[in-house]
């Protein structure tokens, strides 16, 4: 959320901001909330000040014996009290009027993000290795996990419906080889592994932003509950409403979950395969850092979705997301596609955000550094696929096929799949 101050002293900024994202908002709506709620404030201010004075007239006069003059005084009293707890109700349905208003504007991008009108004028920043020139036709992963019987669409939507798929055999060891794997690799860099819930409330899928503007892609459960859309939803709210020591910043978190995504408005993109399910498992990084620090770690969450990469031997690439691709939470996104040959295109496997203060005022994540300033400021919070189970698994299927159909296993996963080598049909 943005900090109403801020919009209030800079709408222009706010306009420009909202322009390079290629959306708009209600200015004019924004003042007159403002303007309303202020204006009820002076007033009740000034009636607590007239009532503060008639009651001090109340005990002169009955002092004086002016009984009648302190009766007339006490209604006074009474009636200006009506009027400050009316305001107070029109006060508070403002507040909550502007309140929500608010939490539909999206984040300011910073300087470091380009601008750009859609995904087609993102920036492209590094690639690593060398896309697999193939001697033989190759497949995609969809029939290469057909025909090894590792990937099971039919009984996926026989059971659940579509953009839902059942992993077998060696495909389930695989899944579960890459999710220890990367859980691995975090941990033994400084991560701090958890195991959270994956059911929310409402307020925490508010925290960091899901809600209210993207309700339709979320999960409904039992009562105001959801399933959440990714590990950052519960990584980031871990915090909500507390005050860190700025000591103990960074913080790097990590916690692999399942993810539950209806994908509203991504009817007909990438509906074959598992690129885009609506259940998929993902190990997730999340940051808490201090404002100055944040750019820093931006980038070194970056890398290290990268050096899983380039230990699987991937070949991939790093964008930076221009200002009308940016995500509702982001002020600034790295996106690392991996090399897919059946698309014979980059496709998105880890987007790195920084979210500056935006989130942390949604939720109420503060930090104090008393050798700094006094009381408490907003951190700023960082968040990152490192990796996606699913789309890593089609990546490696797909330039790890061999000419008789047999997919050989990246060395690095082989100790989390009992040293086997190669997935094969089986007999």
Known sequence: MLD???????????DVAMANRQTSWDREKFFELDDERRAVITEVEELQATRNAESKKIGALMKEGKKD?????????????????????????LEQEQYDFMAHLPNIPCEATPYGKDEDENIERRRWGTPREFDFDFKPHWDLGTDLDILDFE?????SGSRFTVLGGAGARLERALINFFLDT????????WWPPIVVKRQTMFGTGQLPKFEDDAYHVSGDNFLIPTAEVVLTNLHAGEVLDADTLPRRYTAFTPCFREEAGSAGRDTRGII????????????????????????SMTAEAEFLLQQLGLPYRVISLCTGDLGFSARQTYDVEVWLPSYNAYKEISSCSNCGDFQARRANIKY??????????????????????????????????NADGTITIPAVLRPYMGGLEKIEPVA
Do not use: W
């Open 4 to 14: 109403i101050k801020f919009v209030r002293e800079n709408p222009d900024a706010i």
């Open 69 to 93: 003059e302190a009766e007339a005084a006490k209604e006074a009293v009474r009636a200006v009290n009506e009027k400050i707890d009316g305001l107070a109700e029109r006060r508070t349905a």
């Open 155 to 159: 009984r996926g939507n026989k059971l």
């Open 186 to 193: 975090h941990t033994s860099r400084g991560f701090k592994e």
């Open 276 to 299: 885009r399910q609506h259940e998929f498992d993902k190990v997730e990084m999340v940051k808490f850092a201090k404002p100055e620090e944040s750019d820093k770690e931006l980038e």
């Open 368 to 401: 104090r550094d008393p050798e700094n300033f006094k009381g408490s400021r907003y951190l700023h919070t960082l968040n990152g696929s490192g990796l996606p189970a699913g789309r890593t698994m089609a990546a490696i299927l797909e330039n790890y096929q």
